[in-house]
């Protein structure tokens, strides 16, 4: 059974950084690839980042390549995901999900999400 909690949302100004985390319980990390997804209000879920079981080269959707970063540490069961440089178009609930990348569609594709942290951009 997968479970997964996030926190480290909040409000930040244009320009900023948050980093948000993820605990998991009731299974271990490197089993699973494991990554992030966000929906916008009003708008559809979208993939941010995904990182493989086995720490391979991560994924992150080109919106935010180049700002955000996900590491994950598997002794201590958990995945983070620092966000700089954080716009008004960031804002979203993000959640922690497993994942994995799809060549075929060119996109991480995900599963199992938590609750939800809510991040807001906005001076």
């Known amino acids: 059974q997968v479970q997964l909690v996030e926190s480290g949302g909040g409000l930040v100004q244009p320009g900023g950084s948050l980093r948000l985390s993820c605990a998991a319980s009731r299974f271990t990390l490197d089993t699973y690839g494991i990554g992030w997804l966000r929906q916008p209000p009003g708008k559809g879920r979208e993939g941010v980042s995904c990182i493989s079981k086995d720490d391979g080269e991560p994924y992150y959707a080109d919106s935010v390549k180049g700002r955000f970063t996900i590491t994950r540490n598997n002794s201590k069961n958990t995945v983070a995901l620092q966000m700089n440089s954080l716009t008004p178009e960031d804002t979203a609930v993000y959640y922690c999900?497993?994942?994995?990348?799809?060549?075929?569609?060119?996109?991480?594709?995900?599963?199992?999400w938590g609750q939800g942290t809510q991040v807001t951009v906005s001076s």
């Open positions: 999900a497993t994942c994995e990348y799809s060549e075929i569609f060119g996109r991480a594709l995900y599963a199992n």
